[in-house]
């Protein structure tokens, strides 16, 4: 299983302003929070600092998803052809014949009115390599399912 990542410019763009954003302004808040709460005195029973400890701890935790994210990605324009790839607009009908349509990617690419479905989830490693009018079969918790590929298109903008 691959960790890497497909990302569009625009998306990579983003969330590498985020992280400088996160790594230099955002520490130095942090700190300073911090430093302000600690003057209020007695830190056993000082919810100031309680929570500017925690708001660094989630803030810390987002600077290395992005880290590990960015390091990961493979970025560029979305794929073109009929086979389902990172980066595609996948369209899938089950065995009740519903129908449903997702960017194959990352949720950070926040393709407006459009889910996501990562390529790493069961769906997704699934779905790689598939080509219209293919049936695929994928295991999650609630038992095995079966989709069948309608449409593939890449992302647009």
């Known amino acids: 299983m691959s960790d890497a990542v497909w990302l569009s410019q625009s998306a990579y763009d983003r969330l590498s302003a985020e992280l400088e954003e996160l790594t230099t302004e955002g520490r ?7 430093e302000i709460a600690r003057a209020h005195g007695d830190l056993r029973e000082n919810a100031e600092y309680d929570a500017a400890k925690e708001e660094q701890g989630k803030m810390e935790g987002r600077i290395r998803q992005l880290t590990e994210m960015l390091r990961s990605a493979k970025v560029g324009e979305a794929p073109q052809g009929d086979t389902v ?3 595609m607009v996948v369209t899938t009908v089950d065995a009740d014949g ?19 479905v990562s390529a790493n989830s069961p769906l997704g490693q699934a779905l790689m390599g598939a ?9 999650a918790p609630a038992g095995t399912f079966e989709v069948k590929v309608t449409a593939v298109r890449p992302l647009e903008g």
């Open 28 to 34: 130095r808040r942090a700190s300073k929070a911090i």
């Open 85 to 87: 790839a990172a980066g």
């Open 98 to 116: 519903d129908s449903d349509t997702f960017l194959l990617g990352s949720r950070e690419d926040r393709p407006e009115g459009i889910g996501v």
């Open 131 to 139: 080509k219209v009018g293919d049936t695929v079969a994928y295991a």
